[in-house]
């Protein structure tokens, strides 16, 4: 029944058009009544809790951040403060040690991003998700960014500081900036690098799920259930 309403709905508001665009939209009609709208957004809907769950779970993990190619450095004002306090005693490994800690907090952090993603990914539509189907290899994860970031940072930045906190590395990092504001003829620098730190984290997080989601794309082995086969099969 609603193959055919929609078949009227395209025939009466294409009059007029070219027979281009009236056989793209015959052929979209098509695709989608094959796998259903309700397929086509759940399978959308399941790449990318696979993408975020594989992705928390890595990151998470201890060295996930630190020992991966989502490692966090430090800041390029951050690093002149280094250089400069390195050659003070006491504090010659400081760049190893903050680096180390303010990885750790990452991976603490992303323990608790899973949740914050639930509900962009259950509020795709079926427009998104076609939109999505046909679009790049990281439409999915585009999408999620751009419906997500302001929402994740508010959330993931209270989490990344009280990791921060729980791994003592603004405390230390807080030192080493005030080390160096005592020293002459240097520029003041600002001691807080927590907002660095959570736009690195979300970098990495969304960079994964990314890597994810081209992986479902664009190999068939891991479309692992039956749903992500058939959704998936209609971009090849």
């Not at 665009?21 to 796998?35: E, K, P």
């Not at 080390?179 to 660095?196: A, G, M, Q, R, W």
Request: hydrophobic share 40%.
């Amino acid at each position: 029944m609603y193959k055919y309403l929609s078949i009227m709905f395209l025939t009466l508001t294409l009059v007029g058009c070219d027979p281009t665009s009236v056989q793209r939209a015959i052929d979209i009609l098509n695709s989608t009544s094959t796998a259903g709208q309700f397929s086509v957004a759940d399978g959308l809907k399941q790449a990318l809790d696979f993408g975020v769950d594989s992705s928390v779970k890595q990151l998470s993990a201890q060295g996930g951040y630190l020992n991966g190619i989502y490692k966090i450095l430090l800041p390029e004002e951050a690093q002149k403060v280094i250089n400069v306090v390195s050659k003070v005693p006491g504090f010659q490994n400081i760049e190893a040690n903050i680096i180390k800690k303010i990885n750790t907090a990452a991976e603490d952090a992303a323990t608790k991003a899973g949740p914050i993603f639930v509900n962009a990914i259950t509020s795709i539509t079926f427009d998104d998700a076609m939109n999505i189907l046909k679009g790049n290899n990281n439409a999915a994860t585009t999408y999620l960014d751009r419906k997500t970031h302001t929402a994740l940072y508010r959330e993931f930045q209270p989490v990344i500081v009280n990791s921060l906190n729980k791994v003592g590395a603004l405390d230390l990092y807080s030192d080493v900036v005030t080390k160096y504001n005592t020293l002459p003829l240097v520029e003041k620098k600002n001691p807080d690098i927590s907002d660095f730190i959570t736009e690195r984290a979300l970098d990495g997080l969304f960079g994964l799920i990314a890597k994810k989601e081209e992986g479902i794309r664009t190999d068939i082995n891991q479309r692992t259930t039956e749903l992500l086969r058939n959704v998936f099969a209609q971009q090849d």
